[in-house]
């Protein structure tokens, strides 16, 4: 297999692995496949999805520098924007299915639910994020667009605030995405700058 089949099977597994939550939820919804809050359930599973693919898109990184394997890289974006449109999923199930586009009760809500306020921030972080991927926006953003992107460790901090903060106490769930938060962070931050020296692969 040559470089350019390798990194097309790359991207395929990619897609198709970020695809089948969607896949397994859109059948589920037709078969009536759920429990007795389909609207909780599926703000839950759109939610999971979300912050498991922008966890992975982080540790492409550090998985590069552990294997040697830069194919890898490429994986950052599209498993990013996967996670920014389950988030979209997530927020519209908030607003639009549980909320019916009550405006003044959303906002009450995201007031009194700090929970719901940091889930707002994180989605915003991550709608910059989506938006500045292209090509065009690299370009005109120059060297900012890296920093900009560091954002994207930012959003994974506030989603993992998000998920303990929306848990009842001693639910041990968002304290395992935590501890694979921290150990990115740490995988990643001390040798930023010896590795963007050494591969200049960011
Ligand atoms: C747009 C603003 C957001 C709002 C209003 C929001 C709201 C919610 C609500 C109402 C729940 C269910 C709480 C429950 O019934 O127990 C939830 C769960 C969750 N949300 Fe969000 N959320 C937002 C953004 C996000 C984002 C951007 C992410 C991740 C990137 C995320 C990840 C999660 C996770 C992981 C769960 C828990 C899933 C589980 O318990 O298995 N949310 N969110």
Redesign the pocket.
């Known amino acids: 297999m040559n470089h350019a089949q390798r990194n097309r099977l790359l991207s395929a597994a990619a897609h198709i692995g970020a695809l089948l939550p969607l896949a397994r939820m859109l059948f589920d919804l037709v078969t009536a496949r759920y429990g007795p809050d389909p609207i909780?359930e599926f703000?839950?599973r759109t939610?999971?999805t979300?912050?498991t693919l922008?966890l992975l898109s982080l540790a492409c990184t550090p998985a590069v520098r552990l294997s040697g394997f830069k194919p890898l890289l490429r994986l950052r974006r599209p498993l990013g924007l996967y996670?920014f449109f389950y988030?979209a999923v997530?927020?519209l199930i908030?607003?639009g299915v549980?909320y019916a586009f009550d405006f003044a009760l959303i906002r009450a809500a995201?007031l009194e639910k700090r929970?719901?306020l940091v889930?707002?921030t994180?989605?915003l972080v991550?709608a910059v994020l989506a938006v500045t991927s292209t090509r065009g926006w690299k370009r005109r953003l120059g060297k900012n667009w890296k920093r900009l992107h560091r954002l994207a460790y930012a959003?994974g901090v506030l989603?993992v605030v998000?998920?303990i903060w929306?848990?009842k106490p001693g639910v041990m769930?968002?304290w395992y995405?935590a501890a694979v938060l921290g150990g990115l962070l740490l995988a990643r931050f001390p040798f930023a700058k010896q590795r963007a020296r050494a591969s200049g692969d960011e």
Do not use: E, N, W
Request: without cysteine; proline residues 3%.
């Open positions: 909780r703000t839950l939610g999971r979300a912050i922008l996670s988030a997530h927020f908030f607003v549980d995201l929970y719901a889930g707002l994180t989605f991550l959003a989603a998000h998920f929306l848990v769930r968002p995405y």
